[in-house]
Structure formats: structure tokens, C-alpha cells
């Protein structure tokens, strides 16, 4: 019957929860120790540049392989790792590994912008941002080889010492980018005072430009206020060539999916770059083709 049926979801949504509230106890646990075993890895995903035709930046994506928990996706312990305070210490783990990726990068003669993802809770932390921008000086890298992106939602939350802290930095030649733009409530005219030069089109609002009429204009108009105000703009998500080729037409300036690339290791991104000066890479085979 009808009832039935229901009271059987309802018990499979009820064990649902209680497995998932289970996982998290055990994420948070093992976090605390997992910070000091050599558990993670990055992974970088290319920007490509329309308008140049290349891979012009990477994003640092972290990732978790645990012999206890298997494999956990940074949207399932980002969060925790926020709740439980030990954030700044993941933080400060893939800064780390990323000036040691540009580093070598570099030794290989490959020059890109590296963006690293950071949590709302260090850049109010007075000093952490400085603190990055001091550690890319020491390894010898130019202030603007290394781009934080930090979410909308972050940003809004306590905007002014958020603002003081990034402000600093902004000065000095790093490069803040707004993430997930599109997901938040705040509008470009509030973001506007803000030290930033990127804005990040989230997913969400990039992946249905080609069946609603609604989101296309939303983009559209987006990408051009933000030109407006003198910002680069990154579409996120992009899987279909359909996509690529609207944001083409409405002059978004980078694109990043899955369609041109995956996030792949650093050395993966070393022989794509390698391939690309030499003009056989896949990826501008794809966007000649599409866009
Ligand atoms: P994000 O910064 O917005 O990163 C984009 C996410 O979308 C990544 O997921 C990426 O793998 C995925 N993605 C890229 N292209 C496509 C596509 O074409 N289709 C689909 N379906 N997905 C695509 P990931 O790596 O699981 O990261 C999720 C989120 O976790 C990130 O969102 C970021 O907010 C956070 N995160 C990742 N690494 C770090 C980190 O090192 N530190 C911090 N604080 N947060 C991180
Ligand atoms: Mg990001
Ligand atoms: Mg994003
Ligand atoms: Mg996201």
C-alpha cells in the first residue's frame, strides 16, 4: 500500500541520516590525526584564457585518501574542518604544498597562475593572508603567481576585517578571486568594494545558459557588469561544448570544466602544459573545435 511504502522510505531516509551523521563523527575524528599523516594530495584543474587560447591558470583542489574512511571529497570535510578549528591547519598544508608545486613548476620553465581555495575563517584570521603572501616571497615566487579564491558567501559575512585583510595583500600584487559568485545573495554593486580582479560563475548558474532563457540573461548580464567594474570573469562547470560556445558569445574571459579538463596532478599538468607549447595538446584541439 501507499502508506507502507511511505513508512519504508521513511526508515531508509532515517538509517540515511544516521549513517551520514556517522560519517561526519568519523571525519572529524580522524581529521585531528590525519593532518600530520601524509594522507592528502593536490590535484590541479587548468583555466583556460578564451581570448588566448591557453591554459593561463590551475586551481589547487584538495584531496583525501584515508585507509580508514576510503575516499572523502572536500565538500563532505571542508565544513568539518571548519567546525571542529582545524581549518587554518589544512590551510596552511596546501599552501605549502602549493609554493612547493610553483616552485618546481617554474625550475621546468612552466609560468601559470596557481589559485588556491581558502575557507571565509582565514581570511578573518588578522595575519593568515599576510602570511601566505610573505611565504611566496621567501620561496623566490612573484607575489601574483599564487591567486586565492575565496568564496561569496565568505566575503559578505563579516565584509569589513575580511576586506582590511585582503586589502592589504590586493596592494601588494596578490590576486583575490571571488568563488561560487552566484550562490550567495549579494550583488555585484556589494562586491564592488572589494579588493578583488575575479569573479567565479558558480556551476549551478553556468550548466543551464543553454535550455533557460533566464539563466542566459542572468550570465550575460553578469559578465557584463563585471567587465564594468574592471573584473576578469571564470565560468566554472563548463561540460558541453553548447556552453562553451554561449560564453564565448557573451565574452566570458576563462572557462574551467570538465569539458577542456579534470583535475589532474602536478605532473599531469606539467606534460599538458609541455604539450600545449608545443601545439599538441588535446585541450586547444577541443576549444578550436567548439568554440
Ligand atoms: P570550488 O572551489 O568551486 O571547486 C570546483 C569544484 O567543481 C571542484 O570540486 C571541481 O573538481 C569540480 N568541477 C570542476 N569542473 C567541473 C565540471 O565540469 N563538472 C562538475 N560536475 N564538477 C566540476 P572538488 O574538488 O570536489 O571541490 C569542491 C569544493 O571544495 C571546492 O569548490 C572548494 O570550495 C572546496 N575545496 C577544494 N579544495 C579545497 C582546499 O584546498 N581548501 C579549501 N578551503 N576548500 C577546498
Ligand atoms: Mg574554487
Ligand atoms: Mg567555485
Ligand atoms: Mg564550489
Same mark, same amino acid.
Given at each position: 500500500s501507499l502508506?507502507?511504502?511511505?513508512?519504508?522510505?521513511?526508515?531508509?531516509?532515517?538509517?540515511?541520516?544516521?549513517?551520514?551523521?556517522?560519517r561526519?563523527?568519523?571525519?572529524a575524528?580522524?581529521?585531528?590525526?590525519?593532518i600530520?599523516e601524509?594522507?592528502?594530495?593536490?590535484?590541479?584543474?587548468?583555466?583556460?584564457?578564451?581570448?588566448?587560447?591557453?591554459?593561463? /591558470?590551475?586551481?589547487?583542489?584538495i584531496?583525501?585518501?584515508?585507509p580508514?574512511?576510503g575516499?572523502?571529497?572536500?565538500?563532505?570535510?571542508?565544513?568539518?574542518?571548519?567546525?571542529?578549528?582545524?581549518?587554518?591547519?589544512l590551510?596552511?598544508?596546501?599552501?605549502?604544498?602549493?609554493?612547493?608545486?610553483?616552485?618546481?613548476?617554474?625550475?621546468?620553465?612552466?609560468?601559470?597562475?596557481?589559485?588556491v581555495?581558502?575557507?571565509?575563517?582565514?581570511? @578573518?584570521?588578522?595575519?593568515f593572508?599576510? /602570511?601566505i603572501l610573505?611565504?611566496?616571497?621567501?620561496?623566490?615566487?612573484?607575489?601574483?603567481s599564487?591567486?586565492?579564491?575565496?568564496?561569496?558567501?565568505a566575503?559578505? #559575512?563579516?565584509?569589513d576585517?575580511?576586506?582590511?585583510?585582503?586589502?592589504?595583500?590586493?596592494?601588494l600584487?596578490?590576486?583575490?578571486?571571488?568563488?561560487?559568485?552566484?550562490?550567495?545573495?549579494?550583488s555585484?554593486a556589494?562586491?564592488?568594494?572589494?579588493?578583488?580582479?575575479?569573479?567565479?560563475?558558480?556551476?549551478? @548558474?553556468?550548466?543551464t545558459?543553454?535550455?533557460?532563457?533566464?539563466?542566459r540573461?542572468?550570465?550575460?548580464?553578469?559578465?557584463?557588469?563585471?567587465h564594468?567594474?574592471?573584473?576578469?570573469?571564470?565560468?566554472? /562547470?563548463?561540460e558541453?561544448?553548447?556552453?562553451? #560556445?554561449?560564453?564565448?558569445?557573451?565574452?566570458?574571459?576563462?572557462?574551467?570544466?570538465?569539458l577542456?579538463?579534470?583535475p589532474?596532478?602536478?605532473?599531469?599538468?606539467?606534460?599538458?602544459l609541455?604539450?600545449?607549447?608545443?601545439?599538441?595538446?588535446?585541450?586547444?584541439?577541443?576549444?578550436?573545435?567548439?568554440?
Open positions: 502508506a507502507r511504502s511511505q513508512g519504508q522510505e521513511f526508515a531508509v531516509y532515517a538509517l540515511g541520516q544516521d549513517e551520514s551523521h556517522l561526519q563523527i568519523r571525519i575524528n580522524r581529521l585531528q590525526e590525519a600530520g601524509d594522507v592528502f594530495h593536490l590535484l590541479y584543474q587548468p583555466k583556460f584564457s578564451i581570448g588566448e587560447r591557453r591554459i593561463n /591558470g590551475a586551481e589547487a583542489l584531496r583525501w585518501d584515508d580508514e574512511l575516499q572523502v571529497f572536500p565538500d563532505e570535510f571542508i565544513t568539518i574542518a571548519e567546525q571542529t578549528g582545524i581549518i587554518s591547519k590551510s596552511e598544508w596546501v599552501v605549502a604544498r602549493v609554493i612547493e608545486d610553483q616552485v618546481n613548476l617554474r625550475k621546468a620553465g612552466i609560468d601559470i597562475a596557481i589559485s581555495n581558502l575557507s571565509g575563517l582565514d581570511v @578573518l584570521q588578522d595575519g593572508v599576510d /602570511g610573505e611565504d611566496v616571497q621567501s620561496a623566490g615566487l612573484p607575489v601574483d599564487v591567486v586565492l579564491e575565496v568564496t561569496e558567501t566575503m559578505m #559575512a563579516d565584509a576585517s575580511a576586506r582590511r585583510n585582503m586589502e592589504r595583500v590586493e596592494k600584487g596578490m590576486r583575490i578571486s571571488i568563488d561560487d559568485y552566484g550562490t550567495g545573495f549579494s555585484l556589494q562586491l564592488r568594494s572589494l579588493p578583488v580582479r575575479e569573479l567565479k560563475l558558480d556551476r549551478s @548558474l553556468v550548466d545558459i543553454d535550455e533557460e532563457l533566464g539563466d540573461l542572468i550570465v550575460r548580464s553578469t559578465i557584463d557588469m563585471a564594468h567594474l574592471g573584473l576578469e570573469v571564470v565560468a566554472e /562547470g563548463v558541453t561544448a553548447a556552453i562553451l #560556445a554561449l560564453l564565448r558569445d557573451m565574452h566570458c574571459d576563462v572557462i574551467q570544466g570538465y577542456l579538463a579534470k589532474m596532478t602536478v605532473n599531469a599538468l606539467g606534460e599538458l609541455e604539450q600545449e607549447s608545443r601545439n599538441t595538446a588535446h585541450i586547444t584541439e577541443t576549444l578550436d573545435h567548439h568554440a
